[in-house]
């Protein structure tokens, strides 16, 4: 059912919000809201039910209000460029999402109930503030790209085998340490870890001679690249 139009009409001339109407068969809505502004508008409520895409990056947003766990249609979440150091735990409530953009912000964990979004397959935490690989991106199953770059991580830990991701960027971190069960990530291809505090010592060998990764980053770490060429499995 398409939304009421004067309460979206009013939404976009007091908040600055873009409307984009799908085609009437997808019974898609999208949302950019973008007017540097610090609380998402109440009259978002009205379109719990039909939104897919929902872009609030760009806006001064610490808290994000707990009816969004309601936006039960929701596949793409963007909130990028906001000053938000904690997501609400409702956020695990909206299954369907597919997509989520955090890039800079505040942020220095994940709720607990991150781990029931099954249906997410692209995360972007980049430019945060996480000093560990929060142990809730182990259990998403359909997760295939990961990108946690520019943040405070010092060790890819044990237990870094249950992550089912293809492609992961921890480039410009402060990583120090690689567990040996990155090599037994089942469809990692990618990885890249430019600009960390590796040593050559500090890369498992099983990861060059044992791991499904074919591309793997390594410049700006602790070592000449052309030493590197020197190591078992390279």
């Not at 870890?193 to 499904?212: D, G, R």
């Amino acid at each position: 059912m398409p939304l009421r139009e004067p309460a979206l009409v009013r939404a976009a001339a007091n908040h600055g919000m873009k409307r984009t109407l799908e085609p009437e068969d997808s019974g898609c809505e999208k949302i950019t809201w973008s007017d540097t502004e610090i609380k998402v508008p109440e009259e978002l409520q009205s379109l719990a039910k039909s939104l897919r895409n929902l872009d609030l990056s760009n806006n001064k947003l610490a808290l994000l209000p707990d009816y969004l766990s309601h936006f039960s249609s929701l596949k793409l979440l963007k909130l990028e460029h906001n000053r938000l150091s904690t997501l609400p735990v409702g956020i695990g409530d909206i299954s369907k999402l597919e997509t989520i953009s955090l890039q800079d912000n505040s942020l220095t964990s994940l709720p607990a109930s991150f781990v029931n979004l099954k249906n997410l397959k692209s995360l972007n935490l980049s430019g945060n503030r996480f000093s560990s690989l929060s142990v809730q991106l182990f259990k998403l199953g359909k997760l295939d790209v990961l990108d946690i770059s520019r943040n405070k991580i010092s060790e890819i830990p044990d237990g870094i085998e249950e992550l089912q991701v293809s492609e992961m960027c921890l480039m410009q971190n402060q990583v120090s340490k690689i567990s040996k069960g990155i090599a037994k990530c089942p469809r990692l291809k990618v990885l890249r870890l430019e600009e960390n505090c590796l040593t050559l010592e500090a890369i498992p060998v099983e990861l060059l001679k044992e791991s499904s990764v074919s591309l793997l980053s390594l410049e700006g770490n602790l070592f000449e690249m052309k030493v590197f060429s020197d190591v078992e499995g390279y």
